[in-house]
């Protein structure tokens, strides 16, 4: 439920609004940047939350320069990349450095629910505003730390980007061409990862939090993420002594289940289980490849690395090969897992994307309409709000001082005079 305060400063920002959402009423401050935090506090602010995005005057977060850029004449332009990531938010400044930032700051937290942060772990109680000080301006508080390595171990206080998670957390190692050198994932997913875990720790403290009003600390690091993404890595060591390799687009020992060329480009076929076998060889091949094959009848047998290699892949290229993407998902869609390997245009053009609201258009003013992507989660009494904008840098610092913490005029002009905001 909303407070009177928060919505006091709801109705004084005329255009912003608060979501009806199932995170109605919980306010968060975001001190974080990049994605790995902003991803998280975003999540929580299409919910329906009152997100408050803290910036430095000084050094704002510098996704805001990144590519696409969308120009608007005499004003700074807008980066898609930062509004994807930081929509449906209030945009304060405030230097955590500055002698003025604790008062500004702990007003902020004794209002707030949750706090998101993603410094290198330490940073923060440097500047006086760690966890143990802010827990006892509010006991309630959910403090959510997110970093490379987390807030414990050896590593705690290196320096690390998503690639450093996807390096030490076991994800690198594993992906690539069979044979060849590792290769990256191709996105940022342990700055996804860790943002996703970061949420469902944030909800789970939050519901402790509403229970017996004690706060917690979120610690959530990318490495711990990213290992958690490597399947069956783990106990393939920990049971056989198995060190996993880049298998291409080969599956561990799942088969068939993995790439396969068509006429105008590719599509993953997975139908590896007896009853899709069967159904796979009637529908593309002839009756001769189920009833002439009476041993591939067998998923043990499929999955046999040279049975597979000599027979099995074979039958499939040739299944494939005369037919488009489109034929064959218009033939086989709905019977077996076969999907066209689409690439981002055609994604965002999907019928199914479509369907699910998953590409949303934003309007912004000066600016024109910019497309991303909506929310992957789907409630039917709360659903998310996913049409807000990103703000200016400090667009909200004077009304959320004024109506949501009470400072009075003269205090938020002397804040701004002394470049603590």
Known sequence: MIDDSTRAL?????????????LAGVVVVDVTRVVAGPYCSMILADLGATVIKVENPDDPDYTRTFPPLLPREGEEPLSGFFAQFNRNKLGVTLNLK?????????????RADVLVENFRPGTMDRLGHGYERLRTVNPRLVYAALSGYGQSGPYRLRPAYDNSAQATGGLWSMNGEAGGDP???????????ASLYGVIGILAALRHAEQTGEGQLVDISQQDSVLTLTENAVVAYTADGVVPKPLGNEHPFVRPYELFPCRDGFVFFGGYTDKFWRISCETFGSAEDWAENPDLHA??????ADVYRERVRPMV????????????EALAGDLVPLSAVKDIGEVVEDPQIAARGMIIDTDYPGHGSLRTFGSPVKLDRTPPHTAGLAPDMGQHTAAVLRDFL????????????????
């Open 406 to 421: 009470g400072f009075s005029a003269d205090d938020v002009e002397a804040l701004h005079a002394g470049g603590t905001v």
């Open 299 to 304: 998923m043990a047998i499929r999955f046999d």
């Open 183 to 193: 290769t990256r994932v191709g996105t940022i997913i342990g700055d996804l990862a």
């Open 317 to 328: 290229v040739r299944w494939f090969a005369d037919r488009t993407k489109a034929e064959l």
């Open 98 to 110: 500055s002698p003025g930032a604790a008062e500004v700051l702990d007003r902020l937290v004794a």
């Open 10 to 22: 709801l109705d004084s920002l005329g255009g912003v609004e608060a979501a009806p959402g199932s």
